[in-house]
């Protein structure tokens, strides 16, 4: 039994990877058209319509220094979401630089193909368009990281899916959840999380500094939602820590990037081997600092006043 728990890990790594080929294929053989096609400031982007009416995005970005990176923190962090079934995420994976897809601007590079989620960006929706979750803010031109924050909490007690999608930004390090990296759907009233693809940072580590500060600081109280907010924040917390052991994590991202092409790029191992490393190294912390931040949310939860 043992050995079997050991491999299973591996075996999901492999398996999502497939699916992921499968998932191109797939929108392939539904005859995609184009809908619509549109610039942003770091980004060709495109809308395609599949013969069963199903809309997704091609996506390219102007800077191919950028372009490996890109994909690789998007197809892991969606990949992560994935594994928590209440974070309502879109599905991303790569369009290969030797395969013909509609949409893509430059055919002998790679894009990323993603699920268009229902609703609108929240800073497009009336009754949210103020809503900030960023756990990260600018001073005088730097960006400075701040992790979970007292008003974090108060913004993520306005409904429950902001609590998991706060909690999977804590986990992956995922900073820039402005507002237009995520969507509203008012038919199901739910919040989808999309287009994770900057730099990580160790946010679980900023986070626990901050809630030890909580503790600490007696005059500071919270509302029955923003404890339910911690609570919800908590258990998703739980369930990633449980299903994204660093050691599968890792497999999963050298996996992406053999089939993104940076072993084929010149200076591999001077310049996108260490990095790699770097990575592998970041997750490992930031996992054993989000077991850290679980405790102290826990410890939080049963201390806070009302």
């Known amino acids: 039994m043992r050995r079997v728990y050991i491999c299973i890990p591996f075996l999901l790594v492999f ?3 497939y699916s992921l080929d499968n998932f191109v294929q797939e929108v392939l053989r539904k005859n995609p058209t184009v809908i619509k096609n549109f610039v942003s400031s770091h980004s060709f982007i495109t809308i395609l319509k599949t013969e069963d009416k199903k809309y997704f995005i091609v996506k390219q970005k102007k800077n191919w220094g950028s372009v490996e990176r890109s994909a690789l923190w998007m197809i892991l962090s969606s990949t992560i979401a994935l594994t928590v079934k209440n974070i309502l995420s879109q599905k991303v994976c790569i369009v290969k630089k030797d395969l013909s897809f509609p949409g893509k601007k430059y055919h002998d ?3 990323i193909l993603m699920t268009q989620v229902p609703g609108v960006m929240v800073r497009a929706c009336n009754k949210h368009n103020k809503l ?4 990260r803010k600018k001073e005088e031109r730097k960006v400075i990281l701040i992790g979970v924050t007292c008003e974090v909490i108060k913004n993520m007690s306005k409904h429950s899916d902001l609590a998991r999608i706060v909690a999977l930004d804590t986990f992956i390090g995922y900073s820039d959840r ?3 990296n995520f969507f509203y759907d008012k038919k199901t009233d739910r919040f989808w999380a999309i287009d994770m693809d900057s730099p990580r940072k160790n946010l679980c580590k900023i986070t626990c500094e901050n809630f030890e500060k909580i503790l600490d600081n007696k005059s500071i109280s919270f509302s029955k939602k923003e ?3 911690l609570r919800e924040f908590s258990q998703t917390l739980e369930l990633l820590i449980d299903s994204n052991h660093p050691d599968k994590v890792i497999k999963q991202m050298m996996e992406v990037a053999e089939r993104i092409g940076i072993r ?6 001077i310049f996108y081997l260490p990095r790699l490393l770097e990575y592998s190294d970041l997750i490992k912390e930031s996992y054993e600092d989000a077991k850290k931040l679980l405790n102290i949310t826990k410890k939080l939860i049963k201390k806070i006043k009302f």
């Open 15 to 17: 398996l999502c990877i």
């Open 109 to 111: 590079q790679i894009a």
């Open 132 to 135: 900030s979750i960023k756990q």
């Open 178 to 180: 402005h507002r237009g």
């Open 227 to 229: 404890i339910n907010a």
């Open 264 to 269: 084929e790029r010149k200076g591999y191992r």
